[in-house]
């Protein structure tokens, strides 16, 4: 049957990044499915519409300046408060992302509904006051998660040690109508590359957390012993 879906996630589309495409995906296909979705995001930035329909998906972004403690607390007070008002009517509360899950644990419990999080990158643990109050209110939140769905076991590692306990491990997918084989000689051709060329491609964000300072000196010794390498990536940063 129908169900309605309450779903907490820092950024949402505009705004595109792994989670977010995640986050918008999940939504869209759950819409599409027959079913009723809310998501509450951050408003970043000013020109962002408070409440808008994306594609069918309901999008509700509440307020959020990182300059302040207290703007950042009353955002978060803020957000609590929109998630109790659409957790009451929905089935499920499902937080995206480590940093909003504590929201998204207080809002099942006070509404008894049941409580997913997706973990989709590294945890990062801060040190100071700040870290340490959010690293406790994470643990909480892991501890009382219906499910944690994570997208490695390497993750699955790393939640399990901060005292998650129903632990799903869901790589993330792939939409094949968009990423699917095609000629490999014509595309090298296309592209001025030799189809004896050995080609390593790398598509990320070119932060230093993806590592492709790594792969950029790994690639250099490569290029030494075979003279075909060739090392492509694709990304901004």
Known sequence: GMMKVTILTPNYYPLVGGA???AQELAE???NAGNQVEVITFRSDKSLEMQETVNGVNVHRMMFSRVKYVSALFAYVLLLWSVLRSGGSSDLIHSIGEGISPIGTFAARLRNKPHLITIQGNIVMEGGFKGRLWSALAQLSFAHADVVHVISR?????VRALQARNIAVIPNGV?????NPANKERLRSAHSLSS????VMSVARL???KGIDCLVRAASLLAEKFASFRLIVIGEG
Do not use: Q, R, S, T
């Not at 390497?154 to 790393?158: H, I, R, S, V, Y």
């Not at 939409?175 to 990423?179: I, R, T, V």
């Open 207 to 209: 932060h230093p957390v």
């Open 175 to 179: 939409d094949g109508e968009l990423f």
């Open 154 to 158: 390497k993750l699955a590692e790393e």
């Open 29 to 31: 296909h759950l819409v």
């Open 196 to 199: 004896n060329d050995i080609i």
């Open 20 to 22: 977010e495409i995640f």
